[in-house]
């Protein structure tokens, strides 16, 4: 079918060639033979009067015309599969949909989990995909290539719909027989001591914590860096480090491994809201509202940190009493 002298089937094969950079992998993505893939290119480029790609190796790098073109043609196929092609209407009870998050080891442990508990309640057929934050998460929300994106709302693009879901403070943890732990810590204390921490790549880039130091000129001493808050507590064990983490996931750890929970000698406990983003054509999706639903419902019952914070440490301690942790 033409329009306006475009072939539409055209926009079929250039949105594979840019999702995949490959003409094989594309023309396998789309059940096309790679000769009939290759004369697809060739119509693309006469249709734009532009190589759209150019070979490097067996990847394809998208000249800067294609790269224009890139969004506005895979929002325009989204908007076709989800306004134009009727789907069937989503049951969860019947449903095999598997729903691709990107989200971090943390809110995995936290939260999620009681998404997945739910979820095989009242969806057995669903299922999941996790993938980390990467430099590309944006990118991929944009094509609609995961369903979800669950960070720290500070860390998001103002281009996508979002909604809140719970909040957290920081915490400073240490092995429970740290004695250095034992008294109030002191801001010098806290920079002189030993630290593990995680090495943030592409979306985070630095931790909430690191970006506070940087902004009030302080260095911490960094023993170990770890790819994920989950690999902290091991990381201390026997050992005077400290580390600083979410105190949702210090709670978590604690009724498993002998963790010591202290206040940060830094101001407001340094606060943050974990969010969800999804693609906006993605808004009215049937199965998308269903699953939004479900973590903004979940995580309305969680309870604040502060006041978990408040019932765990008198005014005059320091420590978090294990007891109640």
């Not at 669950?150 to 957290?168: G, H, T, V, W």
């Not at 002998?258 to 049937?286: G, Y």
Request: proline residues 7%.
């Amino acid at each position: 079918m033409r329009f306006k002298g475009l072939d539409l089937n055209l926009l079929v094969a250039l949105d594979a060639l840019m999702t995949e950079r490959n003409l094989t992998a594309a023309a396998r993505s789309i059940n096309l033979s790679q000769p009939a893939m290759s004369a697809a290119v060739a119509r693309l480029r006469t249709y734009f009067r532009d190589d759209l790609f150019i070979m490097a190796g067996r990847e394809l790098v998208l000249s800067p015309r294609a790269e224009g073109l890139a969004s506005a043609v895979r929002e325009a196929l989204l908007h076709i599969q989800l306004s134009i092609i009727s789907p069937e209407p989503f049951d969860p009870a019947k449903s095999d949909r598997c729903f691709r998050v990107i989200l971090s080891d943390y809110v995995t442990l936290v939260f999620f989990e009681k998404i997945i508990e739910r979820a095989a309640r009242e969806a057995p057929g669903v299922s999941f995909e996790f993938r980390p934050p990467a430099d590309d998460s944006e990118d991929l929300l944009r094509r609609g290539e995961v369903d979800l994106l669950i960070l720290p709302e500070i860390f998001m693009s103002n281009a996508y719909p979002r909604s809140k879901l719970f909040d957290d403070i920081h915490v400073c943890v240490g092995c429970g027989s740290n004695k250095q732990l034992s008294e109030p810590l002191t801001f010098e204390r806290y920079m002189s001591m030993g630290h593990v921490v995680v090495g943030f790549s592409g979306t985070l880039r630095l931790g909430i914590e690191e970006r506070y130091l940087l902004e009030h000129s302080g260095k911490r001493r960094i023993d170990v860096v770890v790819h994920g808050y989950s690999l902290i507590p091991p990381m201390l064990s026997d050992t005077d480090r400290i580390g600083t983490m979410p105190l949702r996931l210090a709670r978590h750890f604690a009724k498993t491994i002998p963790l010591k929970i202290v206040k940060l000698p830094l101001p407001r406990h340094l606060p943050f809201v974990e969010a969800v983003q999804w693609p906006a054509l993605h808004t009215s999706d049937p199965a998308s509202l269903w699953i939004r639903e479900m973590l903004v419902e979940e995580a309305s019952r969680m309870v604040s940190p502060l006041a978990i914070a408040e019932s765990l440490i008198n005014p005059d301690q320091h420590e978090f009493c294990p007891a109640h942790l």
